[in-house]
């Protein structure tokens, strides 16, 4: 069966410190993997989506970027983190060979993120 | 730009009842709509994917309707336990991989 794990599961970091996620999908191949942020009070918001390796796509201009470096690993990256970036970060990963999968999203337990 | 709603935020119930949770969107070219469960502190669990070709899904308690030209979901679950809490959201799919989602309804089942 297929699993997802996401670290660390809970993260406090000073403004203008840099900032790295983990992503990484077991029992499966070529996923789509997906970004999301929750902000309290807010819908979740999709910030990258990848359906390959060295693909992503941005959803909204912001401090964060991505990177794909192996098929079933999704990292979520700042070089200077900003109060605004807190939040609770949510890996998702989907069936799906092409930029539109019709199929359900499998999300990870996400990472609380906490700036201060 | 699809807007997806979900009413009432918060809903509160004994145990056994028969619920219904309500989810509009306002674009209805969607391709689908999926519920999710969020336990507090938690990611989220998928719990029905409706394909737009698709009226409902069912699995175990849970029922799932689409009516896409009013532009409406319902979730049916039946005889509400207290495992049953937890925030429901609703998210639809268009031409793209964005899921555009719901705010969320926090259920509360009270034993």
């Known amino acids: 069966s297929q699993t997802i794990h996401q670290w660390p599961a809970t993260l406090v970091q000073p403004v203008g410190s840099p900032l790295s996620l983990e992503c990484t999908v077991e029992?499966?191949?070529?996923?789509?993997l997906y970004w999301y942020r929750q902000a309290a009070g807010r819908g979740l918001q999709l910030l990258f989506y990848?359906?390959?390796?060295?693909?992503i796509s941005s959803e909204v201009p912001q401090n964060l970027s991505a990177s794909r470096p192996q098929d079933r690993q999704f990292i979520l990256s700042s070089k200077k983190l900003l109060l605004s970036d807190s939040g609770f970060y949510l890996c998702?990963?989907?069936?799906?060979?092409?930029?539109?999968?019709?199929?359900?999203?499998?999300f990870g337990d996400g990472t609380r993120l906490s700036i201060l | 730009k699809q807007e997806v709603t979900q009413i009432p935020a918060a809903l509160s119930v004994p145990e056994g009842e028969n619920l219904v949770l309500n989810c509009s969107f306002t674009?209805?070219?969607?391709?689908?709509l999926q519920w999710f469960r969020q336990d507090p502190g938690k990611g989220l669990t998928s719990l029905l994917l409706i394909q737009s070709s698709q009226r409902e899904q069912t699995s175990g308690r849970l029922n799932a309707s689409l009516d896409k030209s009013s532009g409406r979901s319902t979730l049916y679950i039946a005889a509400s336990q207290p495992g049953d809490s937890a925030t429901y959201l609703c998210a639809v799919q268009g031409g793209s991989e964005k899921l555009v989602f719901g705010k969320g309804m926090k259920l509360t089942v009270n034993p």
């Open positions: 674009d209805s070219a969607i391709y689908n």
């Open positions: 990848s359906v390959g390796i060295g693909q």
């Open positions: 029992g499966t191949s070529n996923p789509n």
């Open positions: 998702a990963w989907a069936l799906g060979t092409a930029a539109y999968s019709n199929q359900p999203q499998h």
